[in-house]
């Protein structure tokens, strides 16, 4: 199928900082092992009685050095296999790091992953003269990939309601549109966005057995550009103008956070979760919110309190806003944040657990300038640690948290949250 290129103007290329070799268990099937197996790496001193592989159930991955770096890691971070070899002799899940591939119909949509340095900080050439190798990719997947999974439908809005794909792209590209708007502070286009969404809740998309009231792809259209327009006249027009989070949203929504500031693996590993005591020591803390806060994650101060996460970050730079913008524009244009990507959420709620993603960076950024980071700074390292885990924690995607991100968008706390943490 042909691999699309999001409009939003983002860049990567690897600049061999080292940290994905650190971070992640990276699978590798069968073939690779064989691979890599015949590449003769046992002949040399530094890989004796060193497994190249691990184990874990009925999956192997590459094996890590004590100091949590990868086997095949270099002291050059860079990786051996790929020196020696090249890079079609790296494992598929390494090569296609951070690219991101997600099926929408009769093709796919090229996003990436923020967790990766260059690609927070938009280093190297732009996407879109890398479709050669996401088509590489692409192929890869289409010839060990059911058809059937390549050919399944598009998410549901909410329940069973479903659209076409092209009407989900509609809705993708009209909210991409509210959150490029660079004449308002970013934490207010979230919440027009949630605006529009809470309305789009009540549409009737399937008529109702009336072809009269089916939202048509040009009635769709014409939907989304009236209450875009609606919400900006009845969205408050700045955060001190609405509501703070009540008491139990803060409580759920600081259990959220934790979730997005975990590392449970690699060289970023938090310390206050080792162990069932540890963790539940820490979900404790992160309930009651006072103290100071756990350290889920190795960048995470160890001074950090949660009084500090109640004080307003301040004024951002530029570039500070064009990374939450870009951020979220890429997991919106890709459909990153519903279906199968996303734990199998609909469109509505997948967009409202993105729209959460914003107060958790703002959170955790709040936290991060307790030990001298500068905002942006602390912002960078914030998204960087919420991107990791979208989509791929899946404590995310455990019914308990399904939960709790619906009782906060029923509460009306989304908006709330993301005003006050958006200051």
Request: net charge positive.
């Amino acid at each position: 199928m042909q691999v699309r290129s999001l409009p939003v103007l983002q860049n990567w290329d690897c600049h061999s900082c080292g940290d994905c070799c650190r971070s992640y268990a990276v699978p590798v099937t069968a073939d690779e092992r064989r691979r890599i197996e015949g590449q003769g790496w046992e002949a040399l001193p530094e890989f004796q009685g060193i497994p190249f592989f691990v184990r874990r159930g009925s999956e192997f991955y590459l094996n890590h050095r004590a100091d949590g770096s990868c086997v095949f890691l270099g002291a050059d971070n860079l990786c051996r296999i790929h020196g020696k070899f090249g890079s079609a002799a790296k494992p598929l899940a390494c090569r296609i790091y951070p690219f991101l591939l997600v099926p929408a119909g009769d093709h796919w949509n090229l996003g990436l992953r923020l967790a990766c340095p260059s690609a927070a900080e938009n280093k190297g050439r732009a996407l879109s003269e890398q479709l050669s190798d996401a088509r590489e990719f692409a192929a890869f997947f289409e010839s060990t990939t059911a058809k059937e999974k390549l050919a399944a439908p598009p998410p549901p809005l909410q329940g069973s309601q479903t659209v076409p794909w092209g009407d989900v792209a509609r809705i993708a590209a009209a909210v991409s549109r509210l959150l490029a708007n660079e004449a308002e502070p970013f934490e207010r286009r979230w919440r027009k966005v949630l605006f529009v969404v809470s309305m789009l809740r009540k549409a009737k998309f399937d008529g109702g057995g009336d072809p009269k009231k089916v939202v048509t792809a040009g009635r769709l259209s014409e939907l989304l550009h009236v209450l875009g327009e609606a919400a900006h006249d009845e969205e408050p027009k700045t955060a001190a103008e609405v509501p703070i989070p009540g008491w139990v949203g803060r409580t759920i929504f600081r259990q959220l956070a934790a979730v997005y500031a975990r590392k449970d693996h690699g060289a970023e590993k938090g310390t206050a979760q080792r162990g069932p005591i540890g963790r539940i020591w820490s979900a404790v803390k992160f309930a009651a919110g006072r103290g100071r806060v756990p350290k889920l994650h190795a960048a995470l101060p160890d001074s950090a309190t949660f009084s500090a996460t109640e004080v307003p970050l301040g004024s951002l730079g530029d570039n500070a806003v064009s990374l939450l913008s870009r951020w979220h524009r890429l997991k919106v244009e890709s459909l990153q944040f519903c279906g199968s990507p996303n734990f199998g959420l609909g469109v509505w709620e997948g967009l409202e657990s993105l729209a959460l993603t914003f107060p958790a960076a703002m959170w955790l950024a709040r936290v991060l300038v307790v030990d001298g980071r500068s905002p942006d700074a602390a912002v960078m390292q914030a998204v960087r640690m919420v991107d990791d885990n979208f989509g791929f924690n899946p404590l995310l995607g455990s019914t308990r948290q399904k939960f709790a991100l619906r009782m906060l968008a029923n509460r009306g706390e989304l908006p709330r949250l993301i005003a006050w943490y958006g200051r």
